[in-house]
């Protein structure tokens, strides 16, 4: 089996040592992923939609795409920050539903409010 490893240069990526995402086995697996760039929204809307935007690029690199995704966890420090994002994850995954479950832990650093994971099949 051919596997794939497709790195987004960011910085967690080599202090951890993971990549943001595989390709093996006909499916891609994104690692957990939160708001992207130097400036991260404070909003748990904008963070969502950052790290959705990451995800899609690391779905496109792999040769899949959102409508791909089979599988999605979203993780929250707090669970009430959940509802707010409904309407954006309505509108990218709406039309093609993934089995999906939301945990509420720490992350990483307290800035951020989301980190969702994923996994596509390739078509």
Same mark, same amino acid.
């Given at each position: 089996?051919?596997? @794939? @490893?497709i790195?987004?240069?960011?910085?967690f990526e #080599? #202090?951890?040592?993971y990549? =943001?995402?595989v390709?093996?086995?006909g499916?891609?697996?994104v690692?957990?992923? $939160?708001?992207?760039?130097?400036d991260?929204?404070e !909003?748990v /809307?904008?963070?969502?939609?950052?790290?959705?935007? *990451?995800? #899609?690029?690391?779905?496109e690199? *792999?040769? *899949?795409?959102?409508a791909? /995704? /089979? @599988? /999605?966890t979203y993780?929250?420090?707090? @669970?009430?920050d959940? +509802?707010p994002?409904?309407?954006?994850?309505?509108e990218?995954?709406g039309?093609?539903?993934?089995?999906? $479950?939301?945990i +509420?832990?720490?992350?990483l !650093?307290?800035k951020? =409010?989301? +980190?969702i994971e994923?996994?596509?099949v390739?078509?």
């Open positions: 089996m051919t596997i @794939r @490893r790195s987004s240069g960011g910085i #080599k #202090k951890l040592g990549c =943001r995402a390709v093996a086995g499916f891609v697996h690692a957990g992923t $939160t708001a992207q760039g130097q991260i929204p !909003d /809307v904008g963070q969502c939609a950052s790290a959705l935007g *990451a995800i #899609k690029g690391a779905l690199q *792999a040769g *899949a795409s959102m791909d /995704v /089979v @599988r /999605v993780i929250l420090p707090d @669970r009430h959940f +509802e994002c409904w309407p954006l994850l309505a990218t995954f039309d093609n539903p993934p089995a999906a $479950t939301m +509420e832990c720490g992350l !650093d307290p951020y =409010r989301i +980190e994923v996994t596509a390739l078509p």
